[in-house]
């Protein structure tokens, strides 16, 4: 018996209609889907998809053993999410060694900063694994904001938002353009990092890009509150342009 594919299905960052053409077919031709959730929610690549998955397609949930309830730094951390990557694995890979196409929804792009990255590392010499690329939320964020995020030579710097105060605002003050990720509880450093590299001002937060309940503001304006998981920061780089 032939072995099955694993593909990872970009699903870009949030509306149905900036999936890819491929990604949309592979999807309503699925016998097996996996995504990954937080315990007890639906979870967002679910919710993107909704009414496109086939009648009688077996869902497969993955959920996260953990998320922001323990440090980063915390050993058990890495220690839970191994255990659970290792854990899908097995079930995807049995799933493919039985012949069976397996689609894994994948938020953003599948090899930029996604969950799947974990899997396909642990899969790829053993089972037939695919990547479909998508754009990402990123992508979805600068273009909100009514403004092109480069120009000309421009240095683009995406940074996560987990990052050391110090790094972040180094890093900012030496790029043209700035994306930073990952903000949520961090949003208090992220402000200072932008204040000490003299780039709050030129920040914008944008929350749930290509969403329903997307919303773009100016960073100076915006409450100071811990921000949404689906939220971006960027800073338009003003470079070379004819």
């Given amino acids: 018996m032939s072995a099955g594919t ?16 491929r990604a949309d077919r592979l999807l309503r031709q699925a016998r097996h889907v996996a995504f990954f959730r937080k315990a007890g929610r639906k979870g967002q ?19 996260y053993p953990v998320t922001t309830e323990i440090p980063l730094t915390d050993p058990r951390y890495n220690s839970l999410l191994s255990a659970f990557y290792e854990e899908s694995t097995a079930h995807l890979r049995a799933l493919a060694a039985g012949g069976e196409d397996v689609v894994v929804l994948c938020e953003g792009d599948p090899f930029f900063y996604g969950s799947f990255m974990h899997l396909y590392t642990r899969l790829v ?5 695919e990547v479909v ?28 938002g987990t990052l ?9 003050a030496a790029s043209d353009a700035v994306v930073v990720m990952k903000i ?11 204040r000490r590299a003299g780039r709050h001002d030129s920040a914008w937060l944008i929350e749930y890009a290509a969403m329903p309940r997307q919303t773009v503001q100016r960073l100076a304006e915006a409450p100071e509150k811990v921000t949404p998981y689906f939220s971006i920061i960027v800073v338009h780089g003003q470079g070379r342009r004819p």
């Fill in 6 to 21: 694993i593909y990872g299905l970009g699903l870009g960052p949030g509306d149905p209609e900036l999936m890819t053409v």
């Fill in 45 to 63: 690549a679910r919710q993107i998809v909704e009414g496109m998955i086939p009648e009688g397609a077996v869902e497969y949930p993955m959920e």
């Fill in 125 to 129: 010499d053993h089972v037939p694994v």
């Fill in 133 to 160: 690329p998508a754009i990402s939320g990123m992508s979805a964020a600068w273009t909100a904001t009514g403004s092109p995020i480069t120009w000309g030579d421009d240095i683009l710097t995406v940074l996560m």
């Fill in 164 to 172: 050391p105060e110090e790094v972040l605002a180094e890093r900012m």
């Fill in 184 to 194: 949520g509880r961090n949003i208090d450093k992220v402000r200072r990092a932008l």
